[in-house]
């Protein structure tokens, strides 16, 4: 009897500490679950992971990197510093045999003990890490960084970790995924700020060496780096060479006296190929000029080269004593400063216009007023008689909003049923079209030609995307110049960021919103709905349905919009049927731009039905759990951002099931654990365990309390 109960309060103790474990793991999870709706930078986001992986998979160092192509940036570090590591652990992915297996493979790899596995190398700061793990992190099918994890004891990480690894590698991909873009829209509007001051200092100020030290300084303060130097060209004794024109920050006597000739070291090379460059280490390219002083230390560059028109000027170097202190983003707004160093030293006119117009636009709370500022202003920059400001529908064939000046101006409709109208062409092409005479170009509207002299559309161009086209009419012979255009430009593309801003600052918050509204709830339904109505709430669509698998049909569980009377929850659809079907069949996304062209839409799905829509499936635990369904009665109504966007939803809605059922495993572990206790103490005699714990899918449908909560993701289906 003693012997049975001693083995039954073992068992008791197993489990209580399985389900422990359990808890701490799914603790760990949520915790990560946060960082993902939570808008904080990537440094945060990478430092949170690392801190959170610690508290399941302990280590003695660890890395979170992020892959950009062959390149990989450290982005968060733990147990060394980052002086301490050596170039050679950072190479590009192509030369690291073992980092190219993690990248590759997209799978955990798992080293027991490093000197067993030949792609393994040891340098000074490996040389006491005898177990090692690449975990890769990837994001609709990319890897997009990976974490490195070092400990001194061989035999410590083994193929049992390898299961919690990748659920904690894709819940991280996930929160650093989203942290990248929240980066990425934080950076954009740090460089618009730092652009618009900028532009406020050309409107008051047109001194040209008084420009180039504010950059130079501007450049130090914002990337904090050792200096910033700008080269221009100067002939001395019959030759060119490059001198230092302005420098700020430190070491400023030393570089002062420093000269390059055209081609020589990489500021020479810059202004020779009018390239940029990003080095992680400089000291270690052949291009490098070394300095006097030999510093011993790593040394990175930005270089960026200042043109004016399609001829070099100058060359703006950053310079940082830190291995690979830059990243992609700060070489972004070093060319940014050095194209808006470009245009500043070539006009000196019409630059105060252009930043009140800016600071109205930037300004601006609502896209009507940004198009209002943009039309009025274009017209008081280039004198021209009229404007009007067309934004392109999703579909690119349409027009979603426009906006004339004066009022009373004639501007025909675009002609968008025909490719080779000028509307069509710029948002094709999105290149300008200057048409200086109208009467003798065929391409024009007839009408236009009887009203207006010359024409210029200039697109407005998002991320490489036209999401608009400017048009300004002029009634008298007008040949637009280069400065013209160059300001033109610039303007229609800060509207363009600035209405991109609204919309994504937006769609940002709703997701915020969703995924911390998402991790208080446990039953579908509650998930489902929230969804449901974010959906409805944001994009631009007719109706939103979220089905579930139950079990060979879906099912519609929450419905949002003008369609309820025809998808009434509880209405089903056979799976692989309809572009629901089809996508909880095939676990694919689908974005359908016009139905009746789409042989696996089902006419009957509503009456009328949609014109086009969006469908992504929901999985949960590598298996379609359902689908969410946007719908709109207009064709070309959603693009692959609102794929995007769907997907995002639909990846929350995945992680909040999983984690109710995380939360509820630990709940039912928990409670079996203190009723096999209770009776042990009760009836003196220890019951077989498996009796009962049972299977785990038969705990959950027996217990009264799971029973007593509805259909959901803790029963028989779920």
Known sequence: LAAARAAGAMQSARVLERGVTLRRQAGTLRDVAVAIS??????????????????MVKYDKATMQIVRGDVRDLIAYRGFEKADIAPQLLRPISQDALIK???????????????????WEVYPQTANVYSWIGLPLVYRDQTIGLITLDHHKAGTYTRELEGLLIQLAHQAAVAVENARLFDDRQHRIRDLQILNDIAQIMAVNLNTLDLLRTIASRVVKELKCTHCTIFSPVEQEGQIWLLPQVVEGKHQGQIATRKFRIGEGLAGWAFQHGEALMLPDASIDPRFAKARERRGRPRSMLIAPILVGDQIRSVIVADQDEYGWFSINDLSLLKALARQAGIAIQRNTGLQLVQDIGNQINSARKVEEILRFIVSGAIDLTHTTSGVIYLVGKDGRSIAASYKYPPDSFHPAPRMDKEDGSTRRVIATGDVLIFSDLAQDERVNPELRERARSMIAVPLKHVDKVIGVLYLNDRDFHEFTETEVSLLTTLSNQAATAIAKEQQVDRHRMLNDVGAQLIGLLKDEDIFNAVARAVADTLDCTHCSVFRIEPAVLVVRAAQGNLERDLPLGRTFNIGEGVAGWVAKTGKSALVAYTPEDARFDPNWSSPPPQSLVNVPIVVDQQVYGVISVEHERPGAFDEQDRRLVETLALQVGQAIRNARRIHELEVLYAAGQRFSRQLDREGQPIEPAAELG?????????????????????EQG
Not at 42 to 48: P, Y
Not at 109 to 114: A, G, S
């Open 101 to 119: 297996r993690v990248v590759t493979a997209q799978r955990p790899v798992i080293l027991t003990e490093t000197k067993q596995d030949p792609d």
């Open 38 to 55: 939570s808008a904080i930078s990537l440094e945060d986001v990478s430092g949170q992971i690392l801190d959170n992986v610690h508290r």
């Open 695 to 715: 299977h785990r899918r038969r705990v959950r449908v027996r217990d009264p309390e799971v029973l007593s909560r509805g259909h959901g993701p803790f029963d």
